[in-house]
């Protein structure tokens, strides 16, 4: 098991990660960069717990290793914003009081980035088709899907 | 409020706490207010994710008159809160808080007698906001100047007066929850995130009797633990077995995650287990006690006079709490001072097992709590934490255990199967007769795992008397008796959301329903008849009138394919130990579209009514009802555990799917103002009707009643035409000729076949004898490399590429060529020799013509024959100057000293002689000749796919001696495990290769019309990005000459988008179609959010439309790991996830689904036997 250094850029900042090349990309975030937002649920890509923004497409950390993310741009829920300055989709879940547990809204909130990036203006349909593979055990879709739609800027407080 | 940062305990100045003195040393806090004005308010029930710690925190600053923001409740922390048992039953509000409440009350009352003595106003005159108490003159002084530097300790008292309700300011009103901010930007919220400095990585192996906890073999069936079987893992601090607890701890989690993987342990095999794929028949034969919770009237006389008798059995299944994160726990093992990080439901009665599983006093655990992923009842988190404890305790320093969602799935205890027979009938007016009422509930309180595993407590189930939970109708019969049959559990059970009262409910629900229906009265007047609770009858008026519900005395047939329907149900959730206490009350109307043809149910809307009495934080229990709704639609329509021989077979979430976003209902929450009433838990109450208001709902709709959930496809339609299926299903074509299969399996032991070889190959020897023997060609001394150009060694290095010949010389993870690999192949195992240039090991001391000889007429050095796994045969037709600079370019390389293990050959191909016999009728040793009819691009094509590129090595099929057989060129063949699918018009592919997709092919290794390479086929195209782009088109136009389909790219765009659309999974129709939805369709469906890396469609997949289901069985056993290149994205390995009969299933399913023009599949189940003992 050769170990060379591997090089990633993880929320714009590069790091040097010395892990046998075939570690997912999860557990070098949550063990050698200490990030708490991308969480393990089921190591097969199914939950979408584990999602982070590479090159600014959602991806399944837990299923992608960490030899394939070099050189690539990494964003995790740390990278969006943080509590004093969060970013508008964590905002929104934030007003939308989108969770229970909570243990899904990492996945929730960056599959909603990664979703208006490609379609800024969603309709209820296409962000549900969007979060198709998000699972949420607690049964937070309604809060979840206004907090899309809120994100999205198309919900107005008129609707509530 | 503040948020929970840290479970501090002490502060610089003095302090006022209010506190219930246990014993003469134990007291215990319950508030806590400092001299800088900050509260503390401890309870000892934890947020289950509901939002509990928000409404505490209201409590506390509602009674003490202090802004919300100023209120830090901590929870669940042993050494800090009390003592208040576990987070169950919704009685956090109801019950839990009263003393909270009161101590709240009573710190106010004595802050503010202190304020009036100090102001010297009567207190009657003073008002508080935030803490600043105020006189009319507009003095004030805050609690932190009443405290100064004190220490007051005020004992609990019971008779405290608390706030009037109309006077509440906070509580009542809808505040955010406190947790959300920092769950959404990932701070340490979780105990999964918990880091302690010095933490170790731990993951435990589990017993083979997956989810099984009572029985002789529990905690006995361990034979032994192969250390060195993890001894290449770098970093593996222990191995630590006790009885059946296996764990590994390693310094990095991928480490302690392969160990555990990997580790060889030896289990004896498990005795027959209860089979449960009858539930009923199970449940029938479980011993069991009855107990008689109510015997009123004349039950048998009523029902033997009954005017219509009506005898029903409801079945509930065994489901999941299916937390989302998986358990996950850190302990820190120090002599006296022993802390465990938990995500627990009961920390004291956790911390009591922890004590009894290591031995130690309670006194020295410290449990404290961090928030988990979200369950509904008892999970695996007290598991885990024994787990870590007992790894801790092993290496000395803190472990943190994280559970796979494998371990989560088939350990976690099981909200169980129930079985209700309700024996009863119609009076003459149509009312019921009596009710009479048995419910099995094979469930308890599933011990701690490490305490059964290790042998600490013994393995014989408790019988716990949990299955009374409402288990008495709301309805006021004249004649009713209800008997709970008390029992063990037959696998690892115990309470989850609704605990027993929500299978129980079901059946009231659905009974009366019933009732109603063969009465000929509305379903809600029919209830209201027996419903005598004022607040009840209230609530189902409300919801009726929200809901628009029109009478329904009668049954309407409803026409056309789909048909909708509507149901109503109510309950008042009673828990607790009998004869318990209720909840909120709820009542639900669902409505329901049912496709008669797919047997699809959609809950479409519900209306979800709900007293709940004061509601503390309203919007937060409008979320719970909307939660309750949504997780109990998902159980009624899809949730079932799957078990394999008694054991628990659903292990990820294609196996045990919940409901997906685009399924949710529609909720319409009516929550009827009752804040002048005392809170009633609303956790679970909302689940309550769910299931019967579904079932009830698809018998308005059908005419069909269903007593059993799930309402998956199969059971609906079971119901709705029978056994025989809705539509005539097409009998499957006839299996084409089953193809010889030697060379794809190793080692075949096949007689016949092998006298045939030894004959054919002793008959060829009288030729073979005339080329013999080899001469040996003189050792030279390395050649020096620098006589060769840059360029021509860089050409040669393109060419080793095309060749791959570092594939098969190379190790995996090795030095580059080498060898050393061992080669599977029919015959035997072939070990790859080193080609480096070392002179004693390697080819340093090979001539030139050393080299070409062996390349072409595969002779070795020294004159031995070479086996044919080394294709020779077509590196013959390799160019002079092409082998020239491969010379070269091996020449150039860094010698290394290696020697490939010797051959592991069976008779009688372990004699190399006979190889020249081989070669004789097999061999051309020519080289290339173009064929000056076709074009350039053909002929350097055909160069180079034939002589280096050798495809037809594996893309051909091969005779009984494994030759290429030359007049099925290309048509397809097998290469380590794995089809080499038919690259000529024999494709089996429904969108015919192009050159286009080819060159794609090749280029990127993935093409939209056939997917990506995988297998074998990846390492050689990632090995092609060495050659330029033209010699790869070239490559595209030589081997499209053997389609004879014209291409059109219009037209083949299209053709792929019609099979695309018209293989869509729409329903989930099957065990096969749900794990396709659960595992496969985030990465393969067509038209999803786009995730990074390629999205491969299953529908043009070659794989899927090939006559041999390996490479699909390979692909979702083995994933792939080591794609042409990372932009392609990877796919994970199923093979610890699924076992044979779910991807059997799943298998037959994508056959069926996405090539529905070809046969069924033949010999899945062996193959999938045979896949996974490969390597590959």
Redesign the interface.
């Known amino acids: 098991?050769?170990q060379t250094p591997i090089r990633l850029t993880v929320n714009g900042r590069i790091h040097e990660i010395t892990?046998?090349g075939?570690?997912?990309l999860l557990?070098v975030l949550?063990?050698d960069l200490?990030?708490?937002?991308p969480?393990?649920?089921?190591?097969?890509?199914?939950?979408?717990?584990c999602t982070v923004l590479?090159?600014g497409?959602?991806?399944?950390s837990?299923?992608?290793?960490v030899?394939?993310?070099?050189g690539?741009d990494i964003v995790?829920?740390?990278g969006?914003?943080?509590?004093e300055a969060?970013d508008v989709v964590?905002q929104a879940?934030?007003d939308e009081?989108?969770?229970?547990?909570?243990?899904?809204?990492?996945g929730m909130?960056i599959?909603t980035k990664?979703?208006l990036a490609?379609n800024p203006r969603p309709t209820e349909?296409e962000?549900?088709?969007?979060?198709?593979?998000?699972?949420?055990?607690?049964?937070?879709?309604?809060?979840?899907?206004r907090a899309v739609m809120r994100a999205s800027g198309q919900l107005t407080e008129a609707a509530d | 409020m503040a948020s929970p940062v840290s479970n501090e305990a002490e502060r610089p100045s003095g302090s006022l706490v209010v506190v219930r003195t246990v014993d003469e040393v134990t007291s215990e806090t319950f508030v806590r207010i400092t001299a800088d004005g900050s509260v503390t308010a401890y309870n000892g029930h934890v947020d289950l994710g509901t939002g509990i710690r928000t409404a505490l925190g209201q409590i506390v600053a509602e009674e003490l008159d202090v802004s919300f923001a100023r209120v830090v409740v901590v929870l669940g922390d042993t050494a800090l809160v009390p003592n208040q048992g576990a987070t169950i039953a919704s009685e956090t509000i109801q019950i839990t808080a009263v003393p909270l409440r009161k101590a709240a009350a009573q710190a106010r009352q004595v802050l503010i007698a202190r304020a009036a003595e100090r102001l010297e106003l009567p207190a009657s005159e003073l008002r508080i906001e935030d803490g600043l108490v105020r006189g009319h003159d507009n003095r004030s002084i805050s609690y932190g100047e009443l405290i100064g530097g004190e220490t007051i300790r005020l004992e609990l008292a019971d008779d405290v007066a608390v706030k009037a309700v109309g006077d509440y300011a906070v509580v009542g009103h809808s505040v955010p929850r406190v947790d959300l901010p920092a769950k959404t930007t990932g701070e340490l919220t979780f105990v999964h995130d918990v880091r302690v400095p010095g933490m170790l990585h731990g993951r435990v192996v589990r017993p083979p009797y997956a989810g099984v906890d009572a029985g002789p073999f529990v905690g006995t069936s361990l034979i032994a633990v192969d250390e060195t079987s993890v001894r290449d893992i770098p970093g593996i601090i222990a191995v630590v077995r006790i009885g059946d607890f296996v764990g590994v701890v390693a310094e990095r989690e991928e480490n302690a995650i392969r160990a555990a993987e990997q580790l060889n342990v030896s289990w004896k095999p498990t005795p027959a287990l209860t089979d449960l794929a009858d539930v009923e028949t199970a449940l029938r034969a479980n011993p069991s006690t009855p107990r008689t919770l109510i015997d009123k009237g004349n039950v048998d006389a009523a029902i033997s006079g009954a005017a219509k008798p009506m005898q029903r059995t409801y079945v509930w299944p065994y489901q999941m709490h299916a937390s989302i994160g998986p358990s996950c726990a850190v302990a820190d093992f120090q002599d006296g001072n022993i802390r465990v990080w938990s995500g627990t439901q009961n920390p004291h009665l956790l911390r009591t097992d922890l004590a009894l599983l290591i031995e130690r006093p309670e006194s020295e655990i410290d449990v404290i709590r961090l928030e988990a992923a979200g369950c509904y009842g008892r999970n695996c988190a007290d598991d885990v934490t024994a787990d870590a404890l007992l790894l801790s305790r092993a290496v000395g320093r803190p472990v943190r255990v994280q559970l796979t969602r494998e371990q989560e799935h088939a350990w976690e205890p099981k909200g169980t199967a129930q079985l209700i027979d309700v024996n009863g009938g119609l009076d003459a007016d149509g009312g019921v007769a009596a009710y009479d009422l048995a419910t099995r509930y094979p469930s308890n309180a599933a011990p701690t795992l490490a305490l059964l595993l290790t042998g600490r407590i013994s393995p014989e189930p408790a019988v716990l008397q949990m299955g009374d939970r409402t288990a008495i109708p709301p309805y006021d019969y004249d004649h009713m008796r209800v008997v709970a049959h008390d029992m063990p559990p037959i696998v690892r059970a115990s309470w989850f959301r609704g605990v027993s009262a929500l299978p129980n409910t079901f059946a009231h629900e659905s009974y009366i329903d019933e009732a109603a229906a063969e009465a000929g009265i509305d379903p809600i007047e029919y209830r209201l008849r027996y419903l005598k609770d004022q607040r009840a009858v209230d609530l189902v008026n409300a919801v009726a009138e929200r809901a628009g519900w029109t009478p329904r005395p009668v049954r309407e047939e409803k026409d056309g394919e789909v048909v909708h329907g509507r149901g109503f149900a109510y309950a008042l959730y009673v828990h607790s130990k009998f004869p318990g206490y209720g909840a909120a009350w709820s009542a639900w109307i669902a409505d329901v579209a049912v496709n008669k043809s797919t047997g699809d149910v959609s809950v479409t809307r519900v209306v979800a009514g709900q007293d709940s009495g004061l509601m503390i934080n309203p919007d937060g229990v409008r979320h719970q009802i909307q939660g309750n709704v949504i997780q109990s639609t998902s159980r009624a329509l899809m949730e079932e555990v799957s078990f394999e021989r008694g054991t628990v077979a659903a292990r990820e979430w294609g196996a045990y799917p919940i409901i997906p976003f685009p399924d949710v209902p529609k909720i319409d929450v009516l929550m009827l103002p009752r804040q002048d009433q005392p809170p009633l838990g609303v956790g679970e109450s909302a689940s309550v009707p769910s299931a019967a208001a579904i079932a009830n709902a698809i018998f308005d709709a059908t005419g069909v009643r269903f007593r059993e959930p799930p309402f998956t496809s199969e059971r609906i339609l079971k119901g709705l035409h029978g056994d025989a299926p809705a539509r005539p299903q097409a009998l499957p074509a006839p299996a084409p000729p089953q193809r010889s299969r030697i060379w794809e399996n190793p080692f075949a032991k096949r007689a016949g076949i092998f006298a045939t070889i030894a004959a054919v190959c002793t008959a060829a020897i009288g030729i073979g004898t005339a080329l013999l023997p080899g001469r040996a060609i003189a050792p030279i001394a390395r050649p020096d490399a620098s006589v060769y150009s840059a360029a021509t060694i860089a050409r040669g290095q393109q060419l080793a590429a095309l060749g791959n010949c570092a594939e098969c010389h190379t190790t995996i993870g090795g030095v580059l060529n080498a060898g050393g690999r061992a080669l599977q192949t029919p015959f035997g195992t072939i070990y790859a020799t080193n080609i480096t240039p070392d002179v004693e090991t390697g080819i340093g001391a090979w001539s030139y013509p050393a080299f070409e000889r062996a390349m072409r007429d595969g002779l070795h050095r020294g004159g031995r024959q070479l086996y044919p796994a080394f294709p020779y045969t077509h590196y013959a037709k390799t160019s002079e100057a092409d082998l020239q600079a491969l010379y070269a370019y091996l020449m150039a390389q860094p010698a290394v000293r290696a020697t490939a293990p010797a051959n592991a050959l069976s008779f009688p191909f372990n004699l190399r002689p006979l190889l020249a016999g081989w070669n004789a009728l097999f061999h051309e040793g020519r080289e290339f000749k173009p064929d000056p009819a076709r074009s350039e691009a053909w002929n350097r094509g055909a160069y180079l796919v034939e002589s280096l590129g050798h495809c037809s090595a594996c893309h051909s099929p091969r005779n009984a001696l494994g030759a290429e057989r030359r007049e099925a060129y290309l048509a397809g063949g097998f290469a380590e495990g794995w089809e080499a699918p038919a690259l000529t018009s024999l494709s089996h592919a429904p969108v015919p290769w192009s050159e286009d997709e080819l060159f794609a092919y090749l280029r990127t290794g993935h093409s939209r019309h056939h997917g990506v390479a995988a297998g074998p086929m990846a390492p050689i195209v990632r090995d092609l990005k060495a050659l330029p782009d033209q010699d790869i088109r070239a490559m595209a136009v030589y081997l499209n000459s053997f389609n004879d389909t014209a291409t059109d790219r219009q037209a083949q765009d299209a053709l792929a988008t019609k099979l695309e659309s018209a293989t869509q999974v729409t329903v989930a129709s099957s065990t096969g179609a749900r794990l396709y939805q659960g595992a496969c369709a985030v990465c393969h469906e067509v038209g999803g959010l786009p995730l990074f890396g390629t999205r491969p469609s299953l529908a043009l997949n070659s794989n899927l439309h090939s006559a041999s289901s390996d490479n699909l069985v390979q692909v979702i056993l083995h994933g792939i790991t080591e794609p042409v290149s990372s932009d392609l994205g990877y796919m994970p390995a199923f093979r610890n996830s699924m076992s044979d009969t779910q991807v059997e299933e799943l298998v037959t399913f994508l056959r069926k689904q996405f090539a529905p023009d070809k046969p069924a599949w033949t010999g899945v189940r062996e193959t999938i036997t045979r896949v996974r003992a490969s390597t590959h």
Do not use: W
């Open positions: 098991m050769t892990a046998a075939d570690t997912p557990y949550r063990n200490a990030l708490n937002g969480k393990y649920g089921c190591g097969l890509g199914e939950c979408g717990t590479i090159d497409a959602a991806a399944r837990c299923v992608f290793p030899s394939g993310c070099a690539r995790t829920l740390e969006l914003g943080t509590r969060p964590q879940f934030i009081q989108a969770a229970q547990c909570g243990y899904c809204l990492n909130i599959t990664a979703l490609i349909q962000a549900l088709a969007a979060l198709r593979y998000n699972l949420c055990r607690c049964g937070t879709h309604v809060e979840i899907l």
